[in-house]
T-cell receptor, first 111, second 116 residues
Framework: RKEVEQDPGPFNVPEGATVAFNCTYS??????FFWYRQDCRKEPKLLMS???SGNEDGRFTAQLNRASQYISLLIRDSKLSDSATYLC????????????FGTGTKLQVIP | NAGVTQTPKFRVLKTGQSMTLLCAQD?????MYWYRQDPGMGLRLIHY???????AKGEVPDGYNVSRLKKQNFLLGLESAAPSQTSVYFC???????????????FGAGTRLSVL
């Protein structure tokens, strides 16, 4: 089983739609969680951190479910500019804080 | 701030040639990483460093070497390039820690390498 798994998509959604992605992780010692956004042929950039209490940034909401070991990203009122690949990141603490990226979920917002 | 700068941006090599990719960061980050990204494979960690003078193997280290002689620089070397090393290479850096704002990775723009 992969340490971090994501549905690769693509998710094709119309403008204005709400879309949600999940990311499951296998290591129960995971302590930090993030969502990154990667545009085609560009570097990944931090979208938002994920906290146990959930957090919201404008149209984006991230949630963590420790019991079921997954994180989610909800995008409301999708814009064309949201088209990208969304990567989840899980960090396991220890002597070295191991960082693991998911393979990404591709979102295409359609006019 | 420039953030994380990678050079070169593009390179074409012949099988067996060697080259060094340079990553420089001006954020005083302790941790630095080299990843490769291939279609359908996501980001895979090649080597990483937790501080000046230290390096460690990641998930796919074979065929690569690294050095971190200065805190701000992390070099990735290919001693004898192979077609299987055709990929996009990303460097990243971060502050370690679990507190808010820690362990956020800042990436360079990438190096597109083709090995013929």
């Amino acid at each position: 089983r992969k340490e971090v798994e994501q549905d690769p998509g693509p998710f094709n959604v119309p403008e204005g739609a709400t879309v949600a992605f999940n990311c499951t992780y296998s290591n129960s010692a995971s302590q930090s969680f993030f969502w990154y956004r990667q545009d085609c042929r560009k570097e990944p950039k931090l979208l938002m951190s994920v906290y146990s209490s959930g957090n919201e940034d404008g149209r984006f909401t991230a949630q963590l479910n420790r019991a079921s070991q997954y994180i989610s990203l909800l995008i409301r009122d999708s814009k064309l500019s949201d088209s990208a690949t969304y990567l989840c990141v899980v960090i396991v603490s220890g002597g070295y804080q191991k960082v693991t990226f998911g393979t990404g979920t591709k979102l295409q917002v359609i006019p | 701030n420039a953030g994380v700068t990678q050079t070169p941006k593009f390179r074409v090599l012949k099988t067996g040639q060697s080259m060094t990719l340079l990553c420089a960061q001006d954020m005083n980050h302790e941790y630095m990483y080299w990843y490769r990204q291939d279609p359908g494979m996501g980001l895979r960690l090649i080597h990483y460093s937790v501080g000046e003078g230290t390096t460690a193997k990641g998930e796919v280290p074979d065929g690569y070497n690294v050095s971190r002689l200065k805190k701000q620089n992390f070099l990735l070397g290919l001693e004898s390039a192979a077609p299987s090393q055709t990929s996009v290479y990303f460097c990243a850096s971060s502050y370690p820690g679990l507190a808010t704002g820690k362990n956020i990775q800042y990436f360079g723009a990438g190096t597109r390498l083709s090995v013929l």
